[in-house]
């Protein structure tokens, strides 16, 4: 069964550093992955996604993750913290015939202080 | 401009009470998720949808009911029987395809009083 798993429900940095949340994933056939914002008491908004084509992935609001095979991760990077980034964030799998369901992680908090 | 509506935003439910959230795309999306999040579980699956008339259970159905009568509609019933009702619920619709990820609503927070 695929799953995720998301390391540090909280996170911490100051503003101006590097931002680096992690995934890894487990999935026994090629995954497709996720990652996902979300603001208090609204939805989840699509940050960016790995398709198999390039494993450097960008995305928006200057998100980026790299796919590693060899270390089942998906980590999620921005260079330079903004107070804006303070959310939750979610990684999440799937796969060809999986139904299209994904199975998210239980979330990771980013907190941004001055 | 497409999207998925979410309604009522905030709802109340006194103990023994149905209540219903309703869930609507205009995305022309086949496929459509009903999630509970919880502060620290992440979203659990309840029900989900790929077509029309047709609907699974997912992880925790328990208490719960819905219905695809139309293809941008996929309204959740939060019954009596589910225990602990309390909490976010989020709904979801995408197209056919593993790569096309889910498109989310705003949400409805769901208080037993």
């Known amino acids: 069964a695929q799953s995720v798993t998301q390391l540090g429900s909280h996170v911490s940095v100051s503003e101006g550093a590097l931002v680096l949340l992690r995934c890894n994933y487990s999935s026994s056939v090629p995954p497709y992955l996720f990652w996902y914002v979300q603001y208090p008491n609204q939805g989840l908004q699509l940050l960016l996604k790995y398709t198999s084509a390039a494993t450097l992935v960008k995305g928006i609001n200057g998100f980026e993750a790299e796919f590693k095979k060899s270390e089942t991760s998906f980590h999620l990077t921005k260079p330079s913290a903004h107070m804006s980034d303070a959310a939750e964030y979610f990684c999440a799998v799937t796969f060809t015939g999986g139904g299209n369901k994904l199975t998210f992680g239980t979330g990771t908090q980013l907190k941004v202080e001055l | 401009d497409g999207g998925i509506t979410q309604s009522p935003k905030y709802l109340f439910r006194k103990e023994g009470q149905n209540v219903t959230l309703s869930c609507e795309q205009n995305?022309?999306?086949?496929?459509m998720y009903w999630y509970r999040q919880d502060p620290g579980q992440g979203l659990r699956l309840i029900y989900y949808?790929?077509?029309?008339?047709?609907?699974q259970k997912g992880d925790i159905a328990e208490g719960y009911s819905v219905s695809r009568e139309k293809k941008e509609s996929f309204p959740l019933t939060v019954t009596s029987a589910q225990k602990n009702p309390t909490a976010f619920y989020l709904c979801?619709?995408?197209?056919?395809?593993?790569?096309?990820?889910?498109?989310f609503g705003s949400g409805t927070r769901l208080t037993v009083v």
């Open positions: 995305l022309n999306h086949d496929a």
């Open positions: 979801a619709s995408s197209l056919t395809g593993a790569n096309y990820g889910y498109t």
């Open positions: 949808s790929q077509i029309v008339n047709d609907f």
